[in-house]
């Protein structure tokens, strides 16, 4: 009766887990290429913005872009190990037995890109959260007609462009994990 209940989990086949992995990875790839490289160009207009305006005084700005920053380059790096996992699938499906990774490389593979993602996840939290905080300062903080009188007082719209940036790079890395953790769930299954 206990057996019918709780079957006895199976490794997934390796020709049906490396086509799901190599497809996952490609589709991780683009995630992260898409979503990153509009996070970079936002994170760029808001840099070049700030360098060239009278209002950029507020150093929660430079945290923001700091952690904004290292959040992109965890997210290059995961762009990275995405692209390792489509070469590591193509392996598994070689006709030669003697190339394909070990179970346990690929777990390690799984494993390193859900810490990464997690890194970018926190990383990208923290961006946000700095970000909200600095612009609702602003918003709370200025009486009826400030911006006549004190425009750097005001909520730019480049305020709310560093927002968005930071959650692309956080839904980017939050589905990196995901696509880790749904693989490194199935194939740890004894």
């Known amino acids: 009766m206990e057996n019918r209940l709780n079957p006895p989990s199976q490794l997934p086949p390796k020709q049906k887990f490396a086509s799901t992995f190599g497809f996952l990875g490609q589709v991780s790839y683009w995630v ?16 070049f913005s700030r360098s060239f305006s009278e209002q950029s005084n507020n150093p929660a700005i430079a945290t923001v872009l ?10 290059g790096f995961r ?7 489509t070469r590591l699938a193509q ?9 394909h990774p070990k179970r346990k490389e690929i777990i390690n593979v799984l ?3 859900l810490l990464v993602s997690m890194l970018g996840l926190l990383l ?12 609702l ?4 903080a200025q009486p009826q007609g400030v911006a006549v009188y004190q425009p750097e007082k005001i909520v730019r719209s480049m305020d709310l462009f560093l927002i968005l940036a930071n959650v692309n790079i956080m839904g980017a890395h939050f589905l990196g994990g995901m696509n880790s953790l749904g693989l490194l ?5 004894e």
């Open 32 to 47: 992260h290429l898409l979503l990153g490289f509009a996070s970079g160009i936002t994170l760029l207009l808001v840099f």
């Open 91 to 99: 392996s598994l499906q070689a006709e030669n037995p003697r190339l």
């Open 111 to 113: 494993r390193v890109g």
């Open 124 to 135: 990208g939290f923290i961006a946000t959260e700095v970000t909200v905080v600095a612009v």
């Open 137 to 140: 300062a602003k918003a709370i």
């Open 66 to 75: 700091f952690f904004s920053l290292a959040a992109i380059l965890v997210l």
């Open 185 to 189: 769930d199935w194939i740890t299954k």
């Open 79 to 85: 762009m990275y190990w995405a692209w390792r996992c």
